[in-house]
């Protein structure tokens, strides 16, 4: 009998290369023929099927390139830094809208790069302009170092 871990990771193995659909869907129909044989309650092995059918739709359906390790890495250096977790979700969604963490993010418009989208910025560094953008945070004296206040600005006018 195989298991749902056994499938799980059979899914998860297949989705980190490449799908096989085959394989894929062999291992499916032996767990469902398995839960539907085996099962005394037809009506739960159904709804464990259902579940697995689902899982596997949403597999299918997710970019298998979504995750950035670079950008989860920026993240949590930031939030290092900021040791507050209300001012550290102001700050993911404020620099969300403004570069989507980019550390090469370029606006056309102005002469704001990077992460923070600081005006003249030069550094290439993104933890340096991760630091910077903090440090201009702080020092704002519309901000006084409260994240959620650029976030606000932001969202009235289009910028911090």
């Known amino acids: 009998m195989i298991?749902?871990?056994?499938?799980?990771?059979?899914?998860?193995t297949t989705r980190q290369t490449r799908v096989s659909y085959p394989q894929l869907m062999s291992n499916l129909t032996a767990l469902i023929a398995s839960q539907l044989a085996g099962e005394p309650l037809r009506r739960i092995a159904r709804r464990r099927c259902l579940v697995l059918l689902a899982v596997l739709c949403v597999i299918g359906i997710t970019p298998a390139y979504g995750y950035n390790p670079n950008i989860e890495s920026y993240k949590l250096?930031?939030?290092?830094?900021?040791?507050?977790?209300?001012?550290?979700?102001?700050?993911?969604?404020?620099?969300?809208?403004?570069?989507?963490?980019n550390p090469k993010a370029d606006n056309p418009k102005s002469?704001?790069?990077?992460?923070?989208?600081?005006?003249?910025?030069?550094?290439?560094?993104?933890?340096?302009?991760?630091?910077?953008?903090?440090?201009?945070?702080?020092?704002?004296?519309?901000?006084?170092?409260?994240?959620?206040?650029a976030l606000d600005r932001h969202k009235r006018i289009g910028h911090y």
């Open 3 to 12: 298991s749902y871990a056994q499938v799980i990771k059979s899914l998860w």
């Open 77 to 101: 250096y930031a939030h290092m830094k900021l040791l507050d977790d209300k001012q550290y979700r102001c700050l993911v969604t404020l620099w969300n809208l403004e570069s989507r963490w």
């Open 111 to 149: 002469s704001a790069y990077g992460i923070p989208q600081l005006l003249n910025m030069t550094e290439t560094n993104p933890y340096k302009q991760i630091d910077l953008g903090l440090k201009y945070i702080t020092h704002h004296k519309l901000y006084k170092g409260n994240v959620c206040k």
